[in-house]
Nanobody, 124 residues
Framework: QVQLVESGGGLVQAGGSLRVSCAAS????????MGWFRQPPGKEREFVAA????????YYADSVKGRFTISRDNAKNTVYLQMNSLKPEDTAVYYC?????????????????WGKGALVTVSS
């Protein structure tokens, strides 16, 4: 079992930046690829970013490429999503997720474990 707890959500103006964090406990953190998904109001959940176990490979949705950066600190059992140049359409609940491979998270939307989510609201 892996427990995931997100933090750092909030309200930000368009063009601003925000960082969300996800603290993991349970199974050895470095055994899992980690990722972020989001669910905008009234829409389905979608993939945002994923990072491999060692952090050497990252994957991004086209909509956030160049603006968002995923990173991880295996010593702190934490994964981060740095969000820059935020747009109103980035407004969503952001979910942290864990899976065996980052590629499966990116291409198939798969995850074995989910956090409860953190709300990010971008005002225009």
């Amino acid at each position: 079992q892996v427990q995931l707890v997100e933090s750092g959500g909030g309200l930000v103006q368009a063009g601003g930046s925000l960082r969300v964090s996800c603290a993991a406990s349970g199974r050895t953190f470095s055994n899992n690829a980690m990722g972020w998904f989001r669910q905008p109001p009234g829409k389905e959940r979608e993939f945002v970013a994923a990072i491999s176990r060692g952090g050497g490979n990252t994957y991004y949705a086209d909509s956030v490429k160049g603006r968002f950066t995923i990173s991880r600190d295996n010593a702190k059992n934490t994964v981060y999503l740095q969000m820059n140049s935020l747009k109103p359409e980035d407004t969503a609940v952001y979910y942290c997720a864990a899976h065996s491979t980052a590629l499966a998270m990116a291409n198939l939307g798969r995850a074995d474990y989910w956090g409860k989510g953190a709300l990010v609201t971008v005002s225009s």
